[in-house]
């Protein structure tokens, strides 16, 4: 129904479906939700941080295949019972696979596109797993079925293509040659359209052709992405299936172009998008992607009426070639794939925007012709015609021999190629059965090498291209490398594999490993140096990130399922053999705290990446190394405690001992420019690495001063105008210490001077709406990691106040471990309000340390809203003090005439009293001197404040002490002599240390025993 009044308005939607796949082991592991629900065709998303933030959407179909499922013996995903909600391969076909043969076997062109995010399933539903058999096979099976059905009503041929675009190059997966540099070129021609010259079609007749050819381009997509080092998760593959139908009673022919989109994964680039990095521009990551966003939403613009929109097909590969499956003569059907976790809520979401954009997209599909029928046609009318001519000039009798002759050989010709263009189809056929019978040969031989040998398995990022490469280890030595240097050798390309990287050992059924010198050969996650015997399902990692699982002998096999070993696991287990992972306990517990999950997966993510950038440095001769680190953000937090991590990448020129260090997002825009570099570098083209300009240069960045660390300089005692000595530990992002920083926090008068101890509070809320002065003295920094390790090189040190945006940075010092800063921030408050005061009772400053390194520009202070007096004094909590003074104001009017009510009536209760007790006092004896005695009585209370108050500032040059104690150490090049002088300097220190600390604590007990004494001694007397 719904086909047929697209027909007759002559427009067809692009119909949309959205599947939900079952949670991954990550996101088990992370204990995560599912934030996806369906009822019918509306699928409702759920904002995991805020519950009632849900959007629904409507689509032409939804499959839910998250869960009600179960798994048969053969590995097929299959509902858990009759007609349950789950969603299966087979019911995907059935809507979407059905629809596009039935287009297709009418004439039209179809197209079937699936867009997710990395790893939500495209794959599984355009080609599947195993026995779960997507899209693509499915419709190859039933498309020779159909074929078979109608053999006797017409002439079915079917061509076959297979492409990858990968930055922007086409990549022909079928080809027999070597690859073209720089791609295959998309070309147009005004009867075609878009078309990639010099793509191999091969014709098929049967589905296990297709199937064999599908297999042939999957390991192509592997080999190249393993030898060129590129990711497979950013390239769009693109299956074209060429159906022509002849028609022979009705002498029309109909051709359909099926194209089969395996779109690369939709991850919006949302942190680098906020990042600048000076390389964003220009970077092709996913042109074709964004392109096809912007096609989308161009079209669905026009879909509702707005005109002269720009269609910008022009601007990418991808959208060239899928013109006319958007907006054009196709009909088209979109599957866009969720992930159903809470912590994909972002991808999803713009993942179901933007399948809902697609949905609008009206194009005008129509039955094709074909242009080889219509030459046979034209042909067969112009014989037609001849013959006509022909016999006109026999009835009419006319000598007209050279005519006639001229006539004859012309339909000779004709006919010669209206045959030649009819067993064009045959011919090809054949010899593609030809390669198919030596493919399928070679897959048999295969076959029969894996029940016999050992063989070791690739295992690839995306999951689709894992275990098509097998390398086989029959009995005796093997070397496996680049080189053939023998015909015992094992050939393998990757980055950082040697000639002759490591050799195998099969001997008596036990096969062994051996790393060849300077390889970099990993077992299970610990690196090898010596032979090593393998176990069936060991994990060997090669070189810098060529990941291969061992196979062993079939006897040793069982029915074990190897699929456990993906690619993140040689990653877990290679970030647990350095130190790293989630714990044996806490791995798998929905208690893994989700920040720390998500860092833990960054860094197994980031670790092989930086290690194939450290092999492209190397082999590329960029003099930089890369390394993976833990930033803790609990550093720069103000109040710290908050515990997030993140993961930076730390770059360091091995020469000049530059640093640089580059954000996650930074990082990955960066691997991906090296990649392409490499690339070119590998295919020869020339490209010297010397002659590249520097800001084109992906390994290079301008210096930046780089945050070396930070410490916490809490603030509480100046809620008390008590001045404080600090040294303090500046550490790094790991934990590192980076210096030692001696800082005062001086309470001082409005000219600068001190404050003495009189001037100390009992209660911060003293200070309330009166002027508060102090001064932040930045003395020395000792001790510099960052200048022992390279003297050219300098410091600053930054910190934010109060509520002002703008950091303060003292001024540079350069080239000194122990560099006297001798620096003096004045601050006033000329009005403090309860939120300076809390501020200062909870809060510290964060003292960033920055290193400068040569060349770089130092940082200064922008002026833009500090306020400073003339006389150089940073003002703080200003515009709060006149709103705050208001809101005093206003509540102290309202709080005094309560209290004058109060005052009122407890005034004539007090009038009867003072009554009674003048006359008691007239008959007491010595009441006038009792009176005087009480009026003069000191307050214990103020007693115990002065000597807490002394106590308070003598602890403050003991914790001094304690600091400098914790700091010395002796130096790492101490002889035993210098030990020794150290011993006696140490224990100095620490006679010293006890015995200020015996003094303060003595005087304390002094004070305190003389004031209970003198209390005593008072009610005594008063007694
Ligand atoms: N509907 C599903 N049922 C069961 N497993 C699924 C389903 N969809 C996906 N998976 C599993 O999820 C994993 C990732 O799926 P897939 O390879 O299809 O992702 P992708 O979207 O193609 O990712 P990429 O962009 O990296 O190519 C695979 O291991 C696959 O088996
Ligand atoms: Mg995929």
Known sequence: MRAKAADMHGKDCVKVAVRVRPFNKRERDAGSRCIISMAS??????????????RSFCFDYAYWSHSGFTRDRSGLFLPEEEGGRYAGQASVFQDLGEGILHNALQGYNATLLAYGQTGSGKSYSMVGYGPNKGLVPTLCDRLFQAIKGNQDSRQCQVFFSMLEIYNEQVVDLLSRGSRALGGLRVREEQHRGFYVEGLRTVPCDSAQQVEQLMEQGTRSRTTAATHMNANSSRSHMLIILQLKQIFSKESITKQSNINLVDLAGSERQRASGLEADRLKEGTAINLSLTTLGNVISALADVAVGRKAVHIPYRVSVLTKLLQSALGGNSRTVMIATLSPADICYEESLS???????????????????????RLVKELKAENARLQHRLSRLGQEGRRADEETKEIRQLLTHNELQIRAIQTLWEQHLQEALKDWELQYASITQERRMMQMHPYILNINEDAQLSGVVKLFIPEGEWDIGLAESSPQSILIKGLGIQERHAAFRNEHRQVSLTPLAGSKVIVNGNPVSQTTELQHLDRLILGSNSTYLFIGYPSERGSDDWSRYDYDYFHSELAAAEGINLGETSAGSSQTDPSLLAVFYDYIKLMPMVAEANQMSQELNKGVIFKVEIKNLALSDSKGHDLEKEIVVR?????????????KAKFVNRKFLMEEIYQQHQGGEGLSMAAMPRDKDPFWDPLEPLLLGSAHLWLQSLAFRIPLEEQLEVLGSEGTEEAILQTQLVPCTSTGLPLGEEDILIDPSELLGRRLDFQLVLEQCCGLRWIKACRNRGVQISFRYFECSQPLYTPAVWHNVNPLLDHRFHFACLHSSQRLLDYLQNSALVLELWGLQEGCIELTTSMEGVKMTTEGIFIIDQSVAADTATVNLSSSMRALQEELEEVRSSNSSLKTENHSLREQLHTARNGAEGARGRSLRPSCDAEFARALKVFYHNMTSVRGQLQRLRRHMPSEESDQLGLRLFMDEQNRLLKDFSEQLELCVSALKQDVAAIVRRKRERSGIWS
């Open 651 to 663: 770059v360091t020129s091995l020469e000049s001992k530059q640093v640089w260090v580059w954000s």
């Open 351 to 373: 993942t179901l925007r933007y399948a809902e954009r697609a949905k609008r997209i009206q194009n005008r599909a129509v039955v094709n012709e074909s242009p080889t029928e």
């Open 41 to 54: 065709s509306i699928i409702t998303i759920q904002d995991p941080r805020s519950a009632q933030t849900r």
